[in-house]
Structure formats: structure tokens, C-alpha cells
T-cell receptor
Framework: EAGVAQSPRYKIIEKRQSVAFWCNPISGHATLYWYQQILGQGPKLLIQFQNNGVVDDSQLPKDRFSAERLKGVDSTLKIQPAKLEDSAVYLC?????????????FGPGTRLTVL | AQKVTQAQTEISVVEKEDVTLDCVYETRDTTYYLFWYKQPPSGELVFLIRRNSFDEQNEISGRYSWNFQKSTSSFNFTITASQVVDSAVYFCALKGERGANNLFFGTGTRLTVIP
């Protein structure tokens, strides 16, 4: 079974530029998550989708971050414009459904460096 | 509020030694789930174990064992006879039953096993 796919793996941009990340979850997984992991910290949830609807985006900085999952499968996360403090690894995860007992499977992440 | 504390930032052990990684959590939920994830240098978070709050039985899986104690709000992880391949960052995480079903991660413990 293929895991969660993410691209690109690495991205370097200058501040005020825009960037987009892509995630393809495990086939059949209805729930998709985007996490931000700053160096030396644990991952922090940015947004959670159930199919193509948003379940929780309370931690998403909506003035610069946006995410979509139009067809309920793959998803993109965009930052526009980027700030220095956005330098982090962006992890995508998926699970069969919403529910505390559902295991989340993580992708390899995209490491973003903002100069 | 949900909170996970991993007080040990970094641990180094010599191969074949046993090592225990500590995790202390806070939650107001009566039903909750605790997780351990491993993050090797490749960056992908690998699921190790899930426990629900009603199951305080300790669990052993090969060289790994987990000690869940509700009385002290702890969910500690022990690796017996450590190996170089165990070198990674280990995260403890908590998910409550109510509200957003997202994972709250600790800050992680970096384990280095020296050959």
C-alpha cells in the first residue's frame, strides 16, 4: 500500500514570495491533516479536512496561509507571502476517518526555508 | 486544554543499554488517546503505539514497552537493548475525545544510540 506522498521535499524561497505544497493521502483515507513542525518542536496542526470540507482550521494563519482539497483526495497548502518564521517542515497526514482512535499516517514532509 | 510534556530533550546511550523516554500529559477529557511516534532522520513520523484512557495495561512489543499510569498522567516508553537504528526523535502525543480530533504533540526526545 502506497503511503502519503508529498512534494516537493525541499523548498528555498525569499521572504514575501509565495510557495505551494502538495499532498496525496493514502487511497481511501477521508481525513487529511496539514501540520507545521518548527525545528526543535513537535508538529502543530494547521488544518484538518474531512473529504473536501474543513473540520478544523483554528490554528491556520489565514492572512497568509490557505489550503484546499477540492475533490476530497489530494490537497495543496499555500503560503502567500512567506515570512522568515514560516521556515519549518510541513507534514501531511491522513486517516481513514475523523475520530480519536484513528491512526494518522504521515508523509515525509516538505522542508521550507525562507531567507 | 491538552498538553504533553517531554522533559528529556536529548538522551545518549551506548548500544545494548536500556533507555526510558518520559511523557507527562494534561487533559480534562475523561476519554483520550495517547500515542508514540518515531521520527528518524528521513523526517517521516512512524506510528508506534496507541493507548486509550481506559486501558492501563502495560504493553510490550519486541524490544519496546510502554508504561501507562493515569495516577501520574504518564505514558513512558522503554527500549530494551537499544540499537543504533533506534536513533531518532521520539514524540509523545495526545488526542482528546471531545472537540477537534487533532493530535497534540510534545516537543520530542532525541535519542542517540552510540555503537
Amino acid at each position: 500500500e502506497a503511503g502519503v506522498a508529498q512534494s516537493p521535499r525541499y523548498k528555498i524561497i525569499e521572504k514575501r514570495q509565495s510557495v505551494a505544497f502538495w499532498c496525496n493521502p493514502i487511497s481511501g483515507h477521508a481525513t487529511l491533516y496539514w501540520y507545521q513542525q518548527i525545528l526543535g518542536q513537535g508538529p502543530k496542526l494547521l488544518i484538518q479536512f474531512q473529504n473536501n470540507g474543513v473540520v478544523d482550521d483554528s490554528q491556520l494563519p489565514k492572512d497568509r496561509f490557505s489550503a484546499e482539497r477540492l475533490k476530497g483526495v489530494d490537497s495543496t497548502l499555500k503560503i502567500q507571502p512567506a515570512k522568515l518564521e514560516d521556515s519549518a517542515v510541513y507534514l501531511c497526514a491522513s486517516s481513514l476517518a475523523v475520530g480519536a482512535y484513528n491512526e494518522q499516517f504521515f508523509g515525509p514532509g516538505t522542508r521550507l526555508t525562507v531567507l | 486544554a491538552q498538553k504533553v510534556t517531554q522533559a528529556q530533550t536529548e538522551i545518549s546511550v551506548v548500544e545494548k543499554e536500556d533507555v526510558t523516554l518520559d511523557c507527562v500529559y494534561e487533559t480534562r477529557d475523561t476519554t483520550y488517546y495517547l500515542f508514540w511516534y518515531k521520527q528518524p532522520p528521513s523526517g517521516e513520523l512512524v506510528f508506534l503505539i496507541r493507548r486509550n484512557s481506559f486501558d492501563e495495561q502495560n504493553e510490550i512489543s519486541g524490544r519496546y514497552s510502554w508504561n501507562f499510569q493515569k495516577s501520574t498522567s504518564s505514558f513512558n516508553f522503554t527500549i530494551t537493548a537499544s540499537q543504533v537504528v533506534d536513533s531518532a526523535v521520539y514524540f509523545c502525543a495526545l488526542k482528546g475525545e471531545r472537540g477537534a480530533n487533532n493530535l497534540f504533540f510534545g516537543t520530542g526526545t532525541r535519542l542517540t544510540v552510540i555503537p
